[in-house]
């Protein structure tokens, strides 16, 4: 890869968390502080629970986020380890919703005038809902936009001997997994790499099977955000990032060996269109986890 290779693709994964990011700000600001209000009265129930932590998830973008704020509460005493469960549950699902997202629009063309229309909202528009509003439509298009750079990027990678070396060695079960856990660790975002797992599929340089894996280890990566938000926190909170941690261990590794017996790629390889594919199999996961 090309040092001009490189800093596109860089430059393009800038973009696109910072677009993730500055999207789910803007949508937790729209709606104010009764997000975080009714987080805490709904999660009486545990089963109400899973749903609020589904749609919040789905609303801020980031389970990482959902978990760490569920650590900050049972750390107050505000929820106890049953509720804290259940929300911890429904963000694992409500993270999908990016690789839908990502699936569902992917004609960058249009998005850079997305993004100036955003801007142009946050800028010159004076009443603040409606600039918060314009910095979710800036996040959406910023997303896209660095979507845009990382696929072109990657185009001339599908010619590359070296990295189609390096994908057969990544086609191990356990090496795809660990890559997983290994960028989503790092980017601390498991939305972020399967979007990025998504772009790679659409050029063609990850296959199907592999990617199955690489959402697995994802599913793993994403627990190091609440694991570091529970350090010097109560024990009842290093609990909750605890039980976060083992569930999505425990599942990845029953996943992990179902698909390993069964022919999951075939059946999910049905499905139209490789972004779609892994979007599919990224909230199907989640689901049977639950």
Not at 135 to 149: D, K, R, W
Request: with cysteine.
């Amino acid at each position: 890869m090309t040092l001009s290779m490189t800093m596109a693709l860089l430059g393009g994964l800038a973009l696109f968390l910072y677009g993730m990011k500055l999207m789910g700000e803007g949508l937790e600001k729209a709606a104010g502080d009764r997000l975080k209000r009714l987080l805490e009265a709904l999660t009486r129930n545990p089963l109400m629970g899973l749903l609020v932590g589904v749609v919040f998830t789905m609303i801020i973008q980031s389970s990482s986020a959902t978990t760490v704020m569920v650590v900050g509460f049972v750390n107050a005493g505000l929820l106890d380890l049953m509720q804290a469960t259940g929300v911890i549950l429904g963000a694992n699902i409500g993270t999908t919703v990016t690789a839908w997202i990502v699936a569902g629009f992917q004609a960058t063309a249009f998005m850079p005038l997305v993004l100036l229309i955003g801007v142009a909202m946050m800028m010159f528009l004076k009443k603040l809902k409606l600039q918060r509003i314009g910095q979710v439509v800036a996040g959406f298009g910023m997303l896209f936009v660095g979507m845009g750079m990382m696929s072109d990027a990657m185009k001339p990678l599908a010619e590359s001997a070296e990295f189609a070396r390096l994908m057969t060695a990544f086609s191990n079960p356990i090496m795809a997994l660990l890559v997983g856990v290994a960028v989503t660790a790092i980017i601390q975002s498991s939305s972020a790499s399967v979007g990025i797992l998504e772009m790679l599929a659409i050029q063609g340089l990850v296959p199907l099977e592999t990617s199955l894996y690489i959402i697995m280890g994802t599913n793993i990566g994403t627990c190091v955000t609440a694991m570091l938000s529970a350090v010097g926190a109560t024990r009842t909170a290093k609990r909750a990032a605890l039980i976060h941690l083992m569930f999505n261990v425990l599942g990845t590794l029953v996943v992990f060996i179902l698909v390993s017996l069964l022919p999951v790629s075939t059946w999910i390889g049905h499905i139209n269109g490789p972004a779609l594919q892994i979007a599919v199999a990224h909230t199907s996961f989640k689901v049977f986890e639950v």
